[in-house]
């Protein structure tokens, strides 16, 4: 048994958390403070977010004081030519219909951090790190 993979709308969302140490707290301006490299990806996929129609930033943080969670709408994502792609996960360790992939940011590489860059910028903040 496994969940349908469906087309993410361009009116709808994705949740990524940002890892507390993706974070840089001496820079004011809220969408700066995210480290490029809370952009890379890990594996050959895409980069790992979860669907707003099945999740929401409370069930995508994990763990609030080690992470936020920024959303991106999918219209925005698609007009730089990346994509959000429905990857449902089903087994028995992991049950997670919301899960996502952004796909197309090129490897990590310095010549290639403008698609990090926009994608950084177009994040809005809906839960920010807890700071200590």
């Known amino acids: 048994m496994s ?16 890892h507390k140490n993706n974070i840089d707290n001496s820079i004011e301006n809220p969408n700066e403070k995210i480290l490029i490299g809370a952009f890379n990806i890990k594996g050959d996929d895409g980069l790992s977010v979860n669907w707003s129609k099945y999740s929401n930033p409370f069930q995508t943080n994990k763990n609030p004081q080690m992470n936020g969670v920024v959303s991106i709408n999918v219209k925005n994502i698609r007009s730089v030519s990346l994509d959000a792609k429905h990857d ?14 952004i796909i197309g940011i090129p490897p990590k590489n310095p010549s290639k951090l403008a698609t990090r860059i926009m994608l950084r910028d177009m994040c809005n903040w809906e839960i920010e790190i807890q700071q200590a």
Do not use: K
Request: aromatic share 10%.
């Open 3 to 18: 969940y349908p993979v469906e087309y993410i709308p361009d009116e709808d969302s994705v949740y990524l958390r940002i």
């Open 88 to 101: 449902p996960i089903l087994t028995e360790e992991i049950d997670n219909r919301a899960h996502s992939l």
